[in-house]
């Protein structure tokens, strides 16, 4: 097990007299990142590779344009048959045909003709530049220049956009819908994207019913699993649920060896005589990290088994909550391919209220914005979940903060 | 047709010459405004509820917990008992049972009385308040206090997250997934929620080969239909493709009324003989706008046909993006009941270089971060998608603007 730099034995909460010491979060994260891979890839089909992560260079085939085309409405010509045309010379010119995207002309344009042509369709062989409507007076089979042109005026040259041979979009690019559009355009139809890491939830607790149940005598519905399975929806992964699992060694390792590419224990995870995740760990696998010097979240773990990441959450929903942005969210974003960094959005604006902290733990404080202004909740305590519904997002306060006065500008990270 | 208070009759576009004045922005803003309302709601399971947002308020049933619980591992006890116990004078009690979550005590504490209890079991009748382990010292079937409580210590009472009656979360509010987390400890297993747009998408051209087929000749690939679905997904809407729809009238007034909620047209939507969309609506329907005082996208247009919204789009890709973003994507989150301002996360930056507009009409100019600058990307041209992928983001030059000299600060759209 790390030890961490920062040692809290204190007795701030009882549930914490096994930890000795507490690894900071620092040497958590440390430990984790170490031990985060980019996951294979996988093909999709591009109507689902919004959002996805490229696994590997695209390089075009083809031209985008594969053609020289017209960018405006009007003639296709020989630019040098309009030399000296104005409105008061205007220069006749042959009208042979009509071009339309999609529709080429079955004729090349030869010196002194000119061809009708839309925005999009391809330039007619013979022809070099686009005489726009405006600068033309038509009449019956012919056509009048009133403007002089440069060769390649208005038109898009092929290739202009993407030229063959090019590298589009570069590996691990999460896609953006115009992405796609580009994609679709060099014809391709499928693309290698990172695979999404299928995460396991192993949630105990002999109290627990299923998702949605209505609460009744001293049970209480399950709120972690729904939660994080949409957490773990946000961060590109896949949540595989086992269920609620007994407050059973067998059943929970069991659980935490079914198939995944990484695993959130939920509940259990502290040092109490029911707390079997951990111990379990250090038996058939690695207990590297337990104890984080943070608040919520403080019995948070970590470590392998069967070469996997496991990562174990407390069952408190709001310590779940904040172990698995700091430390799950991670992971499956790193797996996925993702940027691993928070993805919150964020805003700086000024306490209305001093933030308080303990130098040699981690905060995250639980805020509302108020106007222009961020105001610290009163928090009752980790059990309590809708101090997070309340709250517009968080403030972290490092380990060496004894917190913020009124008027300090924090980062708030946004709940989305 | 509404008339804008900026008229741009210019050559600077010849498929342009057909309007005879634009609408701004800002107005054509006001006539798609008046015009959205939220879609009704549907019921989901609260596993596919997050990132949905709430029809209705949702009030608790009941109260969380259902049950006074211990905040933490110790024992529960009769305050009073503790009174005057400290390390100098360890108070003895009776260990009468053990107390887990979810498995009460089938007796009542009496005076001289405790229970081992585990965090988050139920209180047992007669105590009422928690001895935390580490104020104790156990002997055999006795435990020793050595500190005082007062009633209620460490303890979680009845309530004290959700109480029977309250509005738990606000109709409109788009969930997170501590919501679903709340909703999931409240009994709530399905909740009603705005349903999702369904968004037609017609595009028009016979150019355009499938989504991601090779380019061949004179055609090209598709690009409009699924970066266009792709866009409609992170808006909340579902999008229903017509396919390519030939460019022939009959054609496409029948993609416009197949079933939906809102209709995008893409392709088809200036002034040429081609562009039949504008004039179906127009016949058939209502067409409020056509041509719009912004770059690019001025050809682009809406009305309404058998009581839905149509939007028109240029094919333009670049074009096709930037009116979707401006109206199309506006319109869907409407719908769809989110916010119906821009989507995109925003930076502050300073210009490494002057932003070229023109007075009277809206600009939507790409642009690159350059570690903490901004750059704006030399566009050839609105058909160029590539400039949209290149770029981080976009700024948005108001009418009123000639544009921002080198080092003004900028607000930046960030592309996701």
Chains 1, 2 share one sequence.
Not at 62 to 67: L, N, Q, T
Request: hydrophobic share 40%.
């Amino acid at each position: 097990m790390i030890e961490g730099t920062t040692s809290h034995p204190s007795g701030e909460d009882v549930r914490m007299r096994g930890f000795s010491r507490r690894t900071t979060v620092e040497a958590a994260l440390a430990w984790l990142d170490a031990r985060l891979e980019t996951l294979q890839s996988e093909p999709v089909p591009l109507s689902e590779a919004a959002g996805r992560v490229l696994a590997g260079n695209v390089q075009s085939q083809v031209d985008v344009p594969g053609f020289d085309r017209a960018m405006m409405d009007g003639y296709a010509v020989v630019a040098a048959d309009t030399l000296g045309a104005s409105a008061y010379n205007r220069l006749p010119l042959e009208i042979v045909g009509q071009v339309l995207p999609g529709q080429p002309l079955d004729r090349a344009i030869k010196k002194g003709q000119a061809a009708r042509i839309m925005t999009g369709a391809p330039l007619p062989e013979g022809a070099d530049a686009v005489l726009p409507a405006e600068l033309t007076e038509a009449d019956g089979g012919r056509v009048y220049a009133r403007g002089e042109l440069s060769p390649g005026k208005h038109v898009g040259k092929q290739g202009e956009d993407i030229s063959a041979e090019a590298v589009v979009l570069a590996a691990s690019r999460r896609l953006r819908p115009q992405d796609i559009g580009v994609l679709s355009s060099i014809g391709v139809a499928q693309v290698e994207v990172v695979r999404r890491p299928r995460v396991r939830l192993v949630v105990t607790g002999d109290e627990l019913l299923p998702p949605g149940s209505t609460p009744r005598g001293c049970q209480i519905a399950d709120s972690n699993s729904p939660m994080l399975a949409a957490l773990v929806g946000r961060d590109g992964g896949v949540a595989v649920s086992s269920g609620i699992v007994p407050d059973q060694p067998e059943a929970i390792l069991a659980a935490m060896r079914d198939e995944a590419d990484i695993i959130l224990v939920s509940g259990g995870s502290s040092v109490g005589q029911e707390d079997y995740a951990p111990r379990l760990l250090a038996q058939h696998g690695e207990l590297a990290i337990h104890g984080v010097a943070m608040r919520p979240s403080s019995p948070a773990g970590m470590g392998q088994l069967d070469g996997r990441l496991v990562i174990l959450l407390p069952g408190n929903p709001v310590s779940c909550l904040c172990a698995y942005d700091f430390f799950a969210g991670r992971a499956i974003r790193a797996l996925a391919g993702r940027d691993k960094d928070w993805p919150h959005r964020r805003v700086k604006l000024p306490l209305s209220r001093k933030l308080v902290s303990v130098v040699g733990r981690v905060d995250y404080a639980r805020v509302k914005l108020e106007g222009k202004s961020v105001q610290p909740l009163a928090i009752s305590g980790a059990s309590v979940l809708t101090s997070t519904t309340r709250a517009d997002g968080f403030v972290i306060i490092p380990a060496n903060s004894e917190g913020q006065p009124e008027g300090t500008e924090v980062e708030v990270l946004l709940y989305d």
